[in-house]
């Protein structure tokens, strides 16, 4: 993948982009980076894993037919996690296909590392 | 790009699921023994009682082989929550019946795992599984054999106590 942002020490690589955000890898901290909701969050394997599945739990569609008069707001906060999203209905929808492309990514760079580095030919 | 996820972690996030599924499952099996050891006991069935025991047992320390499988491959191990457990049981036979049932379910869905394992070509999973189909084969083959006994010695006049004097003699070998 493109390297994107070259600082002194940290290389980020782009792993998935949409119009509303997107997703860095930092190899020299294996980390990745959210830039989403107007900020740029740190999340390391375990804190990437639990956001997915708080993203994926919600009822989207539960979500759009309620007829409540309460604001769809979701609060996604993560267990020993420094960053907390509160995001409307438009913004979990997006952050939902950043992490689904995100995770086929990181899948499809599992498959080329396999096949460049780790499998005899 | 390095590939920071495999690394963390062995299995694929659909194996851990499913084993994390199969983990309830042997703890919801453990549960249903320790309630038929409960009702085999109150209606004095004491060789029964002692045999549902030991396969509660049994089947916690596979819940604890599961579990201990997914956090030593860098997986999540997650402690299941247990509810809906019978007490009371029509008959003697049909607590038999459902160990069996027990059974073949836990079988089942182990062989699920193992479908899913050969898609994903997860032989490191499959090699673990291994243990615990030479396992339920000898699981499935007590239970059946417990449940046969009903129809070989019959339940009419002592037979429900010779059946269960003879639960605990039932045993499983290769050869």
């Known amino acids: 993948m493109q390297d994107l942002i070259t600082l002194p020490s940290i290389t980020f690589s782009e792993v998935f982009s949409t119009k509303n955000g997107a997703i ?64 409307s209905l438009i913004q979990i929808i997006a952050i939902k296909e950043l992490l689904q492309g995100t995770f086929v990514m990181l899948e499809l760079n599992h498959i080329i590392y396999d096949r460049l580095h780790r499998i005899v030919a | 790009m390095k590939d920071i996820m495999r ?49 509660a047992e049994e089947e916690r320390m596979h819940q604890l082989k599961f579990y201990k499988y997914v956090l030593d491959m860098g997986g999540v191990a997650i402690s299941p929550e247990i509810t809906n457990i019978k007490i009371e049981y029509n008959s003697f036979r049909e607590v038999y019946e459902e160990a069996l049932e027990q059974e073949v379910s836990v079988t089942q869905s182990i062989k699920n795992i193992a479908a899913r394992c050969h898609k994903e070509q997860d032989y490191v999973t499959l090699e673990f599984l291994n243990w615990f189909f030479k396992e339920q084969r000898e699981e499935e083959y007590k239970a059946r054999r417990a449940l046969e006994l009903f129809d070989v010695i019959g339940e009419e006049g002592t037979g429900r106590w010779e059946i269960d004097k003879h639960v605990g003699k039932i045993s499983y070998s290769e050869d």
């Open chain 2, 7 to 55: 690394t963390k972690c062995l299995i694929s996030s659909d194996v851990e699921t499913l084993i994390n599924q199969q983990i309830k499952k042997e703890a919801y099996s453990s549960a249903v023994y320790l309630s038929m050891a409960s009702w085999c006991d109150r209606n004095g069935f004491d060789y029964s009682s002692d045999y549902f025991f030991k396969q």
């Open chain 1, 24 to 87: 860095y890898q930092s190899d020299s901290e294996n980390c990745w980076y959210i830039d989403f909701a107007g900020k740029l969050a740190r999340f390391d394997y375990r804190n990437l894993l639990k956001l997915q599945k708080a993203v994926y739990q919600i009822d989207i569609e539960n979500l759009l037919l309620s007829s409540d008069k309460a604001p769809d707001l979701e609060i996604i906060f993560i267990c020993a996690c420094d960053h907390c999203y509160v995001l």
